[in-house]
């Protein structure tokens, strides 16, 4: 069983940075996609960004294009998500997500296609 532990979500004004560590272990594949994905109080879980392990094909959500950075740690098979220019709108509990089949172009960012998650960890951006 695929198991993900999210770290080092937190409290920041806006404007503020953070960075979220998602450790993975026990994937059976050696390259996959991983995703980060947020939901909101009375919304619904969104994609912020997906990630493939074997090349480091990245996408990003519009809205988090430019304040956002993926990046991964294959040795740790770490995948971490560098936050910067926070705003209130980012408020959130973050998920880490990884998926064992192949993904097509339109599953990468969609949070169903994505078999296992992590706990999440809790963001809040104050204005």
């Known amino acids: 069983q695929v198991q993900l532990v999210e770290s080092g979500g937190g409290s920041v004004q806006a404007g503020g940075s953070l960075t979220l560590s998602c450790e993975v272990s026990?994937?059976?594949?050696?390259?996959?996609?991983m995703g980060w994905f947020r939901q909101g109080p009375g919304t619904e879980r969104e994609a912020v960004v997906g990630f493939y392990t074997g090349t480091g094909v990245t996408l990003y959500s519009d809205s988090v294009k430019g304040r956002f950075t993926a990046s991964h740690d294959s040795r740790k098979s770490m995948l971490y998500l560098q936050m910067n220019s926070l705003k209130p709108e980012d408020t959130g509990r973050y998920y880490c997500a990884a998926a064992v089949r192949g993904l097509g172009t339109k599953d990468r960012l969609n949070p169903a296609a994505y078999e296992h998650w992590g706990q999440g960890t809790q963001v809040t951006v104050s204005s």
């Open positions: 026990r994937h059976p594949n050696r390259y996959y996609w």
